[in-house]
């Protein structure tokens, strides 16, 4: 009788977000436990490097690897789990994509370390006391990893098969996915493991998405009433819809709330914050120079807006502030 | 000296039906201007995805010349248009990263305007020397560092 | 020189943390340090970004307990704008707040601390997880923890759009209502849920009070700190998670201070340590005496223990009656035991649950009004709800045109860090002596910061990394004498 082929789940730096969509499987997970053995999984079980250092090659078939890269420690296991199994997948937008933890590339080192340990207003730390990866407490030797200057995507650290996208990815990708590699039947590799088309192709609201878009200025949902039926840019409101794979059931949509884009890019995009610009701007009602530069300044926060999940994996990375 | 004269590079997006042309008559009328430029020819300005801008200056580019017809002319009708329409917002997100507003430029460009052509390449080339390098690639994203004592 | 024991990482809780335990020659612990090695910084990338997409960003500090940091958002935008909700609104935010309360605990309980007491605290560690508990209590009761969850979580999405990451929140109100159909279909949910929870209260009972190890565990000084305390109440002094004022009680259970979100920083401020990326807040009034217990001192604690001490009761009939029970079997209030930090939990479970039902029979929660629209201008804000574990405070100032300038967090666990830390080094002096270090130090040292419920990726807006346990000791010399490991 062969025994269950085995899956593994790590987090790297993430919410932990990822870990409750499985657990939404709800009574599904039982099933899930019926058809494979977890191999190891932090929040839950007690399995630990030692023992996934004992792994023969191909004897775990698939490492669900989610969160961001940004501490030498995660490399380690993330480049450690990519020797010992013979698929590795991308899960959810930290992973794939930096998600918000990303959004941290647009902001400096300096910044983060001044503003948390000594500028906000609670602190109290007449010394400047700021947290070392060394440090020496009343004769004690005390270590915290370091962190590397940039928020990466798990594919820039490794080779990844497949991508499973979404902030978290919802349940159901979740259980198509390892229904697929119990089935052998996944697509070319890396891909992602989600439907082509845009958000918009499956949104509630398309039938109201006009003919021919046009959109006079940018509206907020902080000082405006968003209508529960129409199409969002046809309100005037930002949706990254058309620049966003679907998959995620339209929740946020359901939700009377535009899209944020937390699935990443269609295929084909090589960068998700460029292809919403060229979208929103081409359906601008403005014919003139002038009128194009009010419309832009209607849209407060492009970077933060457009690459609300995507910043580490576009082209230009992350804001440059300071040279090495 | 002038071998020591940092050379900016810039990539110009030139639409096929009017600026491309307006180039290959600088050229042709043998009108002096920068070699700095590697012109990229497109259908329409308006093909010009932001995208391309963004790789163009990640890859090691200093500057960015779209060019297209007068608004009006579009061989297409509203090409042109969107490529406006695009170029505010593009410069605004630049911004935010970090990068010089200076180093991209939109202009029009006829089929008959070699002069202009030249000239904005020449003022173009000039102003991102003041500038300096982008080197996208040598920098790297600044983010979230503890730095040790 | 004193050796050192370096447990790293722990597991289940949700974070990234590490224990560094001291021995001396004789071995004996000198000093035990809770570290907590993550950072991402939220209080400063989401500088510049509208301050409307905080309910929307700040829910990625946790993926367990996002409606915490998206309810605390949206108060803090309501602040903000100086917007009142309309009444509707203020239930529907309140509805799906409960719900979400319930479901945090039942997974903290069942899936987290539960294995230590239903398993057993020195069970082999490979039994010793919500696998292991299923097997003890069968299906048909997994069968219902399952489902109390789901039907919880199906509210919470169908309310606010995600279960995980949520968005209906929004300055003055909320993006959608229910309908009547919702309205019933929920109220079947709230009405097995306060079902389930009376069963909850009975299990721990059962297995836990009626054990006289277990009880002697949960009474023993080693788990045991006299500290301030710190929870939201309502007019009546009465616990309530989404809204109301700080109180703060001392050691004895006496008021000491009770103000309105906005004015929290006249009272707490936050301690810096070069030794761990978690701050430490204290009482300004006492002030930092340093990781040490007792009136004198400004550590205080928060989640369920502290928000029952700080409470003069529960605003709902069979919580109250738990309360009463609780307090009685432990000789009154407040109570210092950490461990009874679980039972808590399972008391405010119950209190969600009949305050979902009251809510669904409001006749307004189905109403239209939904939003009123900012007219002022924003210029600062705050927000404060009780996250399941704790007080959580959102602050945030922003330009005229309600871009954020400057973020200031406390997140829930945040505030209990100093006392982790505290109980962890209590419980490692208590534990190991001689030099003795078992399976039972990994578990029951473990067993210290659990029972907070600890969340370190909110406590330093942080980035979880999990590692298993290893524990190492060396001489001296550095020479490896023994390695422990969880597995049986």
């Known amino acids: ?172 990708l979740v259980a198509d996915a390892v229904t697929a590699i119990l089935e052998g039947k996944l697509p070319p590799k890396g891909s992602v493991l989600a439907p082509e088309k845009s958000l918009c192709d499956a949104c509630p609201r398309k039938d109201s998405k006009p003919e021919r878009l046009s959109i006079t200025e940018f509206k907020r949902v902080a000082t405006s009433i968003p209508d529960t039926e129409e199409c969002f840019l046809a309100q005037g409101y930002l949706c990254m819809g058309p620049a966003t794979r679907s998959g995620c059931g339209e929740r946020c949509i359901q ?43 209607t849209l407060a926060d492009p970077l933060g807006t457009f690459y609300r999940f995507s910043l580490p994996a576009s082209l230009l990375g992350g804001s440059r502030r300071e040279k090495e | 000296m002038a071998e020591d004269q940092f050379e900016p590079k810039i990539v110009a997006f030139l639409c096929r039906w009017c600026s491309y042309t307006g180039a290959d008559l600088a050229g042709t009328s043998r009108t002096e201007y920068p070699p700095n430029v590697i012109p990229i020819r497109v259908m329409c300005s308006g093909r010009v995805d932001p995208t391309f801008v963004m790789k163009a200056l990640a890859d090691g580019a200093d500057g960015v010349l779209i060019a297209g017809c007068h608004p009006g002319d579009c061989h297409y009708q509203e090409g042109n248009y969107k490529t406006m329409r695009r170029y505010p917002m593009l410069l605004n997100l630049l911004d935010q990263f970090g990068i010089e507003r200076e180093r991209v430029r939109l202009e029009w460009i006829s089929a008959s305007e070699g002069d202009l052509f030249a000239a904005v390449v020449k003022e173009l080339t000039e102003t991102v020397r003041a500038l300096g390098p982008l080197e996208w690639n040598a920098t790297a994203p600044a983010a979230a560092v503890v730095e040790s004592a | 020189m004193a050796k050192k024991i370096t447990v790293n990482p722990i597991t289940r809780l949700e974070g990234h943390g590490k224990i560094d335990i001291f021995l001396d020659d004789a071995g004996n ?56 909700p309309p009444r509707t609104a203020r239930l529907l935010r309140e509805l799906a707040y409960s719900a979400f309360m319930v479901e945090d605990h039942y997974i903290h309980f069942f899936f987290l601390g539960a294995p230590d007491f239903v398993v057993g605290p020195t069970a082999p560690p490979a039994e010793r997880n919500i696998l292991g508990v299923i097997a003890k209590v069968g299906m048909e009761i997994a069968g219902k923890v399952i489902r109390v969850r789901r039907e919880n979580r199906q509210l919470m999405e169908t309310m606010m759009g995600k279960v995980i990451h949520p968005v209906f929140g929004v300055p003055g109100g909320v993006s959608r209502g229910i309908s009547e159909e919702e309205r019933k279909q929920f109220l079947e949910t709230a009405e097995f849920t306060i079902e389930f929870a009376q069963f909850a209260l009975q ?44 109180r703060v009680v001392d050691p004895e259970g006496k008021q000491v201070a009770k103000f309105t979100p906005r004015d929290y920083r006249d009272y707490i401020a936050e301690h810096v340590e070069p030794w761990s990326y978690v701050t430490f807040p204290y009482l300004k009034k006492p002030g930092w005496k340093g990781f040490v217990d007792g009136a004198e001192s400004g550590i205080y604690r928060v989640a369920p223990l502290a928000r029952l001490n700080a409470a003069d009761g529960m605003a709902t009939p069979l919580a109250q009656e738990a309360y009463e029970k609780m307090y009685e079997t432990l000789g009154g209030k407040p109570a210092h035991a950490t461990l009874t930090f679980h039972w808590a939990r399972l008391i405010e479970a119950l209190y969600s649950a009949e305050r979902m039902k009251e809510l669904l029979e409001d006749p307004e929660i189905t109403g239209d009004e939904i939003r009123t629209l900012p007219t002022e201008t924003p210029s600062e804000g705050v927000g404060i709800v009780e996250a399941p574990r704790g007080t959580l405070i959102h602050n945030y100032w922003t330009d005229e045109n309600g871009l954020l300038t400057k973020v200031n967090l406390i997140v829930a666990t945040n505030h209990n860090a100093a006392p982790i830390a505290m109980s962890v080094e209590k419980a490692a002096k208590g534990l190991i002596k001689g030099g003795e270090v078992s399976e039972g130090l990994l578990n029951m040292v473990e067993m210290a910061f659990r029972a907070y419920d600890p969340c370190l990726a909110c406590a330093t807006h942080s980035l979880p990394g999990q590692m298993p346990i290893i524990i190492t000791i060396y001489n001296p010399r550095h020479e490896l004498l023994r390695e422990i490991r969880r597995d049986g």
């Not at chain 3, 009070?209 to 007019?235: A, F, P, Q, R, W």
């Open chain 3, 29 to 84: 612990v000198e000093r035990a340090f809770f570290q907590v090695p993550e950072l991402r910084g939220f209080e400063t990338f989401s500088l510049g970004r509208p301050a409307e997409e905080m309910p929307r960003i700040t829910p990625r500090i946790c993926g367990v307990c996002p409606t915490a940091h998206h309810m605390a958002a949206t108060k803090c935008l309501d602040d903000l704008w100086k917007v009142e």
């Open chain 3, 203 to 246: 299990l721990f009972d059962n297995v836990v009070l009626k054990d006289k190890e277990y009880l002697d565990i949960v009474l023993s000084d080693t788990y045991n700190h006299k500290t301030y305390y710190m929870g939201l109440v309502d007019e009546n002094n009465k616990a309530n998670f989404y809204a109301g004022q700080v």
């Open chain 1, 255 to 297: 939700g009377n709330m535009p899209c944020r884009g937390c699935f990443g890019p269609t295929p084909g995009s090589l960068d998700q914050g460029a292809k919403i610009l060229s979208t929103i701007c081409s359906v601008a009602e403005a014919d003139t120079a002038e009128a194009a530069a009010d419309y832009a300044d």
């Open chain 1, 1 to 172: 009788m062969a025994d269950k082929p085995k899956v593994a789940f790590y987090w790297c730096a993430s919410c932990g977000g990822c870990e409750e969509t499985v657990v939404d499987l709800h009574e599904d997970i039982l099933k899930v436990v019926e058809l494979v053995d977890i191999a190891l999984w932090p929040v839950a079980l007690d399995f630990k490097l030692k023992d996934v250092k004992t792994w023969q090659p191909g004897e775990v078939t698939v490492a669900f690897i989610n969160g961001a890269i940004r501490l030498s420690e995660q490399e380690e296991w993330v480049k450690l789990l990519r020797e010992k199994c013979p698929l590795v997948v991308a899960f959810g937008s930290c992973a794939h994509l930096g998600g918000i933890p990303g959004l941290a590339n647009d902001k400096t080192r300096r910044e983060i370390l001044a503003n948390k340990y000594q500028r906000l207003p609670t602190v109290e730390n007449p010394g400047g006391t700021v947290p070392q990866e060394k440090c020496r407490v009343d004769g004690y030797e005390l270590e915290l990893p370091g962190f590397w200057k940039q928020v990466k995507t798990l594919d820039q650290v490794i080779d990844v098969d497949y991508y499973l996208p979404g902030c978290p990815p919802p349940p159901n």
